[in-house]
Each structure stands twice: as C-alpha cells, then as structure tokens.
C-alpha cells in the first residue's frame, strides 16, 4: 500500500482575513503612526531592524485571525502570541533574497498593498531537493490577494520576487512564538 512520509511534509496554511477592510485600515494607521519614518533600505524597506515595538497591537487586531490559523496549522502547541512584527514596502525592483525566521516557531505575512495583476506572492523553496532530478524545488501559493494572510513553520526558506512593476507591494509580516 503505498502512503507518504508524514513527518517530510510541511504544513502551511492560507486564508483570507475576515472583515479586512476594518483591519487594513488600522494596519494602515499602525504604519503610518509607528513605521513609516523608521524604515531602512536594504533590497526593500522595511523597519524589521528598528526596534518597532508595535506587535501587541498587531496581535490586537488579528488575534482572532492568528488564533484560527494557528489552531488549523497545528504544528505548535500553546497560546499564540506576536513575538515581533515588521512592514516591508517593494517598490520597483525591490526584492528580498532566500532567508528564513530562525527555528521552531510560526511565521506569517499578510498582504497590505497587492495587485495579483502585477505582483508575485511570497516564494517558498523546499528543504530538499528533487527525489527525481535533484534540483531545488520552489512552491508560490494561489490566489494571493490583498488580505491573504499566510502561516508556515519558521525555518522553511523564502523570498520575494522583485517587483518588476511601478505598484508599491506592501506586507505585514510577524513571527508567532
Ligand atoms: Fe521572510
């Protein structure tokens, strides 16, 4: 009988934020008042490296958001909490390379300002290779929208692809510890 190697798969979880107008707007308002003039650029802008200490808000506005997803994704026990929090804009050619959010916890994005027309989701890339040819293998959800609120394990690596149109890409991105 044939049957799969659970514990090689990767959990990942995708849905949509209720009510995300209401909470785009506050997101919004978090950005302006709290990160907008404390971005630095590197391939993108971003305040992940600022101390930003806004994350309870954050968790405030998505808790029911997270709750539900970490609750679906089951892949780590307890009280899901926002350990940190980060905006990242991409305007033209703005990219983030291959990285991930360190070991053993949850991370996810939401996105704020996304055009399916013009942009690309965020890119995951497989652990390991091909059993077949051994190449590296990549994998970008469907259907991402704006108010697409994604969750995976920690360590899985990622990255942005460059923004290759004039439309500002805008996330939210967190980890859950
Ligand atoms: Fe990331």
Redo the contacts with the bound molecule.
Sequence with gaps: MKSFIESFSIPFYQTKIEDWEFKQEKLLSIYEDYAQDNMSFSEQNSDFDNENNYHVMIETILFEDIKRAVKEIDWIGGRPRVGNAWFQTYDHQHT?AV?N?GLGHL?M?CYIHYNPEKHRP?TFVCPYTSLIDGNVMEWEPEDVEEGTLIMWPSGLA?YAPANLSDERRMIL?ANIK
């Design positions: 983030h990285h959010h991370s994005v965020t990622h991105s």
